[in-house]
């Protein structure tokens, strides 16, 4: 793979932390049992939810029919990123990231079923099938998509950090994007705007090496997050196998952005054992055995159950009921996906203007939709 | 009533709804401290200060996509561009996020901003700042576009803009800025989605929108006075949503129609117009309907020549003759 080494190259944000001793981090020495388990679990949780996921894609519903339209772009093998991430917000940090957005919404906490259901087109999916796998929302969990253009919604993050500021809050807006977003002119725009106007925003870079099935040595020239410095903001790197690890780094950056109002980029590295989607053969710009290569060694699921064996957190026979109960709620999200309704085609204009959905609050007049 | 120019009909409004509402703020390249490329903000910056009267960076498609994030978390963003024709570099910012949200959330989000500025050929700075393109926005389900051509419409409009639930793109004129007009001094609203008949007639109707309302008004004095003909205007004031029934009574009355519109004619907002006075009134009609537009290629820089590139009093004499024959 060619991607450089993840060494930590903390350069302005110093790092009080050892790379060998994560776990003893202050936000991670903190954790409960219970809580070290949540992550593991929630991990274990986003990988049966998308191994699900990925047989209903390929699997014809009882009507003979497609389960799952369009794309759909797991997330597996990133897992320690989203939830060692998400696991530090409090209640005024919010969180934005691009099309790859399984990870992120059940890591917030959102409900596996109308995630499930959403893919399945349903009504009951949690943009009523108007989204799909790429379009996930929760304005309640503080989460603003899922979105489907590369860097997008990275003005929009800094946007989101724009009102925390404007409304006097102490949060930080997480701002995911993938690799092959810092190449885009929006990202930069936005970046600037943050330094500028010192915007409590924390860019994170998903690295999973490849935009789409181009390798960072092919698309991106110089360190990703380094690119920062061009905008005097602060910016780190880590590994993102790690779930302590993630939590370690991104704590720093949260605090910078909720105590000093300042913006940094993060830059985990991770990997995804599967394509880019599910359309992609996966067989023209990297080796199997590169693949297998970070299953066996760097999962981020096995990384964690080995860290939370040895510290006597889980055992065995716990850590094969937790994998039982995620597979069994993914198995249900399922089910509750086949067995709901689809929209209606009188749902189609519905969710479209605020205004046409508050008839009675209308103060516009005239025709809003044509035909 | 004072007369005001279109201009400060504009600053009245963006004032008054500062004061009304401190989720409001004024954005844009120039808006504070250079006090507005057209002076529109002039003064803002004195009066509410710098949080709420920003200066951005030369940097559409951040300050607008940050706009956006910001209004979906209650902060309503009134966005200065200095041209309309620079929407291109923020298309997916506008577009595809703002229009976009609310559907894809499945209702959960709504986006509140307005985007304003100027959407006019007619000043000689070439084809790249002579974008008019309220079609092409119009063309979004989602959002809705406004194009007044009156101090007093504008004035009423964008106060509605503002307090809108949903994004709203105005589309101002630079030519029209120093047009002086009745604008009472007691607060006022005027609904989205309302046409207003600015001349009553009955031979044919005009449909039209913007600068064209001023070109039409004023042909309409010379066909009347040398050539007997009753020209009625209507101003659709909103592009989306759309006053048709206003459109209707008037066509159903005169039994003519011309479509003005400083538009490319290919998929124009008359296109759309045109669609539908066929399909619901053709049985009403005297003749074809009739369109005028921009001639159909890229803004001319030469002067005068621009001049006749667009809709002008002359064009819409002869458009009108040659409805009428």
């Not at chain 1, 894609?57 to 772009?73: E, M, R």
């Not at chain 1, 797991?74 to 005024?92: D, F, P, R, T, W």
């Not at chain 1, 709901?340 to 009675?360: A, F, G, L």
């Not at chain 2, 498609?61 to 978390?73: C, N, T, Y």
């Amino acid at each position: 793979m060619s991607k450089k080494p993840s060494a930590i190259a903390d350069t302005k944000a110093e790092s009080a932390v050892k790379a060998t001793d994560y776990a003893l981090a202050p936000v991670n020495a903190a954790l409960s049992s219970t809580q070290r388990i949540e992550l593991y679990r929630t991990m274990i949780r986003i990988r049966r939810f998308e191994e699900r996921s990925l047989r209903a894609y390929q699997s014809k519903n009882p009507s003979g029919g497609t389960n799952i339209g369009g794309f759909l772009h797991l997330y597996i093998g990133q897992e320690a990123v989203a939830v060692g991430c998400c696991s530090l917000m409090g209640k005024n940090d919010h969180v934005i990231t691009a099309y790859r957005d399984h990870g992120h919404a059940i890591a917030v906490g959102m409900d596996t079923k109308p995630l499930m259901a959403e893919l399945y087109g349903k009504i009951t999916g949690c943009s009523k099938g108007k989204g799909g796998s790429m379009h996930y929302f929760s304005p309640d969990k503080n989460f603003w998509g899922g979105h489907g253009i590369v860097g997008g919604q990275v003005p929009l993050g800094t946007g989101l950090a724009y009102a925390l500021k404007y409304q006097g809050k102490k949060g930080a807006a997480m701002t995911f994007m993938g690799d092959g977003a810092v190449n885009q002119g929006a990202v930069h725009e936005a970046y600037n705007l943050a330094s500028l106007w010192n915007l409590p925003v924390v860019f994170v870079i998903e690295n999973n090496g490849y935009s789409m099935g181009t390798s960072q040595a092919r698309s991106s020239a110089g360190q990703l997050a380094k690119r920062a410095e061009g905008y005097d903001m602060a910016w780190g790197q880590c590994d993102g196998h790690d779930v302590y690890e993630v939590r370690a780094l991104m704590d720093k950056h949260l605090t910078l952005a909720r105590e000093q109002s300042r913006p940094s980029t993060v830059e985990i590295d991770t990997y995804r054992y599967r394509g880019h989607s599910v359309a992609d053969p996966d067989n023209t710009y990297r080796t199997k055995a590169e693949i297998e290569e970070y299953r066996n060694k760097k999962d981020p699921i096995q990384v964690s159950l080995q860290k939370l064996l040895a510290e006597g957190v889980l055992t065995e026979a716990s850590a094969g009921k937790i994998d039982a109960e995620a597979r069994a709620e993914a198995e249900n999200s399922a089910d509750f996906a086949d067995a709901s309704p689809y929209p209606t085609p009188d749902d189609i204009q519905k969710d479209v203007y605020w205004e046409s959905d508050h008839p009675t609050e209308r103060k516009s007049e005239g025709r809003l939709f044509f035909d | 009533m004072p007369q005001i120019t279109y201009r400060e009909a504009i600053r009245h409004a963006l004032a008054e709804e500062l004061a009304r509402d401190p989720n409001v703020v004024v954005m844009g390249e120039e808006v504070a401290q250079f006090n507005g490329a057209y002076k529109v903000t002039d003064g803002l910056l004195a009066t509410f200060g710098p949080t709420r009267i920003v200066d951005t960076p030369i940097s559409e498609a951040g300050f607008i996509g940050l706009g956006v994030g910001a209004s979906m978390l209650g902060i309503r963003p009134v966005m200065e561009l200095m041209f309309w024709s620079f929407y291109s570099v923020a298309f997916d910012q506008i577009l595809n996020n703002a229009a976009n949200v609310r559907y894809m959330s499945g209702g959960q989000i709504n986006c509140p901003i307005v985007i304003r500025g100027p959407a006019n050929g007619g000043t000689n700075v070439g084809a790249t700042h002579s974008h008019t393109p309220e079609n092409v926005l119009a063309n979004h389900p989602g959002v809705k576009v406004v194009v007044p051509a009156t101090a007093y419409d504008a004035k009423g409009l964008l106060k509605s803009a503002i307090r809108d639930n949903d994004p709203v793109f105005f589309l101002e004129n630079t030519i029209l800025y120093g047009d002086k007009g009745e604008v009472p001094e007691a607060e006022y609203v005027i609904p989205l989605g309302k046409a207003d008949v600015k001349r009553a007639g009955t031979d044919l109707t005009i449909v039209t929108y913007g600068r064209c309302v001023i070109h039409s008004l004023k042909a309409a004095e010379v066909l009347e006075k040398d050539h007997g003909i009753s020209v009625e205007v209507v101003d659709l004031r909103t592009i989306r949503p759309l006053d048709f029934d206003t459109v209707l009574a008037s066509v159903k009355k005169t039994n003519r129609v011309l479509i003005v519109e400083e538009q490319k004619p290919f998929a124009s907002v008359g296109t759309q117009l045109a669609y539908m006075i066929q399909r619901e009134a053709f049985d009403d009609l005297d003749g074809p309907i009739h369109r005028l537009t921009t001639i159909d290629a890229p803004a001319i820089y030469s002067p005068p020549v621009e001049t006749e590139q667009l809709p002008n009093p002359g064009r819409v004499i002869k458009a009108v003759l040659a409805a009428m024959a």
